[in-house]
């Protein structure tokens, strides 16, 4: 019986940094903290810099963080007054995903529930992923691979999902600023809450990956009240298989342009070459 798909609409106006969310991934999924240096048998590890730059410290998605809270703090012109906007982000888990569309060993797959999710026991490190994805999502680590490590990414909880259970990021957050559903169901939720805030005058506000003009929709989509780059998010991100028509085009027309010149080129030193030399003078006889 197939299943209802499933993912997360993500509230960024309610969202605290609290970074319950990051909290609960790491736990559920058993995930190792991000030091400079990893814990060993005599020692603690390294913790990471303070880069002085934000609050965040952790900086960025990455193979150990599947969930990141971004700070992002505006200033007015004098900088007077300051605001900050917070985003829980993640894996998108796009209906139209690039990882996907170039996985050479089908490592990549779409579940059940519409997500996309790394089959760690297929993935060959490659990182053929990791270039196709717009937001930076995919990261490799790990010792497999003779070291060379193995993709990974949120898997929205797939194991939960099989067994009837909310994603730990979404059961964890205090002000619902994560949500959990069908997606037909979140979009409802979401274009109401759009509503209700134009309403209120929060009049920049609007969905992110909703519809099907982002990679065929985002099955992890975001309220937003600002431009996407802001938040670190392209604004019209495209799968790879896109650029292979105009890529193709240029190079062919290129490639009949450079053999056009070799040709003219070819057949002018030929002609060169080949020019028979001026006749010698005839003497001029005497009548």
Not at 81 to 106: I, Q, Y
């Amino acid at each position: 019986m197939a299943q209802v798909p499933v993912g997360f609409y993500t509230d960024t106006t309610v969202c605290i940094g609290c970074k319950a969310c990051q909290v609960a991934c790491h736990q559920w999924n058993d995930l190792p903290a991000d030091l400079a240096e990893q814990p060993s048998e005599g020692g603690a590890g390294r913790t990471r810099a303070i880069t002085g730059a934000s609050y965040d410290n952790t900086g960025s998605l990455s193979a150990n963080n599947w969930r990141h809270v971004k700070f992002i703090e505006q200033f007015t012109p004098d900088r007077g007054e300051a605001a900050w906007l917070m985003m829980s982000d993640v894996c998108k888990h796009c209906v139209n995903a690039p990882c996907l569309e170039v996985c050479p060993t089908g490592a990549i797959i779409r579940t059940e529930f519409d997500t996309v999710y790394i089959q760690p026991d297929t993935c060959n490190g490659c990182r053929d992923c990791i270039t196709a994805c717009p937001f930076g999502v995919i990261h490799i680590a790990g010792p497999e691979n003779e070291g060379k490590g193995l993709a990974k990414k949120c898997t929205l909880c797939y194991d939960r999902l099989q067994n009837s259970l909310v994603p730990a990021c979404a059961q964890a957050c205090p002000t619902e600023s994560i949500q959990f559903g069908p997606i037909e169901e979140l979009k409802a939720r979401a274009e109401a809450r759009v509503r209700q805030l134009q309403a209120d005058g929060v009049s920049k506000a609007y969905l992110y990956g909703a519809d099907d003009k982002i990679l065929g929709g985002l099955n992890a989509f975001y309220l937003l009240v600002d431009e996407p780059e802001v938040y670190g998010l392209p604004s019209s991100p495209r799968l790879p298989s896109r650029s292979v028509p105009p890529s193709s085009a240029f190079s062919i027309i290129t490639a009949l342009l450079m053999a056009l010149a070799a040709l003219l080129s070819f057949r002018s030193r030929r002609t060169d070459e080949g020019e028979p030399p001026e006749p010698p003078q005839n003497p001029v006889t005497a009548e």
